[in-house]
């Protein structure tokens, strides 16, 4: 089982669509979790932050459900701009709490924003 | 302001060639990291390091070494490279806040391993 898992896409849908993305993570011990974004042949950057009581950046909603090991991305109200791909990342922490963590990514979904 | 570079931006070699790809972050964190990107396989790592003189190997480390021999810099080796290295490889860098730090990528490296 991949260590984190996203829904394939990809995803085509009209100008003012809403559109969710699923993803799950296996590592009960992961502890920070991430959507980012990456546009064709770029760097990923950071979309947002997921936090366990959920949480809302404009049109991009995130929520985490720890128990079910599941974390989704809505996005409302589509543009033509949010035409990218999206990235499910997890973090496993290090064994010494000073230090940072890995993160490990999902393969992306592709989302495709038509007029 | 501060950011994370690589050079070069795309790089041509043939096989058995020693390459180095450079990353540098003028953010002052102490963790970096390499990543390779391909088709179907997301985002890998490839080593990263949490200070001076640490580093550490990821999940796809062979073939690969690294050394941070100040805060600044991390360069990735391919001490021969071969033709499944052909690849795009980016740096990131995060400060240390115990688990919660985001990663900042830099623009990547487009490889062609011929």
């Known amino acids: 089982r991949k260590e984190v898992e996203q829904d394939p896409g990809p995803f085509n849908v009209p100008e003012g669509a809403t559109v969710a993305f699923n993803c799950t993570y296996s590592?009960?011990?992961?502890?920070?979790f991430f959507w980012y974004r990456q546009d064709c042949r770029k760097e990923p950057k950071l979309l947002m932050s997921?936090?366990?009581s959920g949480n809302e950046d404009g049109r991009f909603t995130a929520q985490l459900n720890r128990a079910s090991q599941y974390i989704s991305l809505l996005i409302r109200d589509s543009k033509l701009s949010d035409s990218a791909t999206y990235l499910c990342v997890v973090n496993l922490p290090y064994p010494l709490k000073n230090q940072g963590g890995k993160l490990i990514f999902g393969q992306g979904t592709e989302l495709s924003v038509k007029p | 302001d501060a950011e994370i570079t690589q050079s070069p931006r795309h790089k041509i070699t043939e096989t058995g060639r020693q390459v180095t790809l450079a990353c540098h972050q003028t953010w002052n964190h102490n963790n970096m990291f390499w990543y390779r990107q391909d088709l179907g396989h997301g985002l890998r790592l490839i080593h990263y390091s949490y200070g001076v003189q640490d580093t550490n190997k990821g999940e796809v480390s062979d073939g690969y070494s690294v050394s941070r021999s100040n805060t600044e810099d991390l360069p990735l080796t391919l001490e021969s490279a071969a033709s499944s290295q052909t690849s795009v490889y980016f740096c990131a860098s995060s400060e240390s806040l115990g688990g919660q730090e985001t990663q900042y990528f830099g623009p990547g490296t487009r490889l062609l391993v011929l």
């Open positions: 997921v936090y366990s």
């Open positions: 590592n009960s011990a992961s502890q920070s």
